[in-house]
């Protein structure tokens, strides 16, 4: 019997990154405290291609190891009661 091994994967490192729309400036903003990073950008994909740019330096900055290799970040859409009242 031929067995083959399963490759394995490099440990993930998960970060949280909080989105909300500006409904003010129109911009949407993304902070994750893990990484010490806050940005925004005029869109969804725009801020997601920024981040993922910008979170390397800062974490780096800060003192804080961030693999690109490794790293997952989940962008989660936040939303309060009192914002969505206002539609």
Known sequence: MNIRSIPT???VTHYM???IHDEESGMWVASCEAL???TEAP???ALT???WKIA???AAENGIDFD???ARIDLIH???FDLLSRL
């Open 78 to 80: 936040a939303t309060a």
């Open 56 to 58: 390397p330096e800062v």
């Open 49 to 51: 291609k920024r981040f």
């Open 43 to 45: 869109t969804y994909d």
């Open 68 to 70: 690109l290799k490794t």
């Open 36 to 38: 010490s990073v806050a």
């Open 17 to 19: 990154a909080e989105v």
């Open 9 to 11: 994967r490099n440990p």
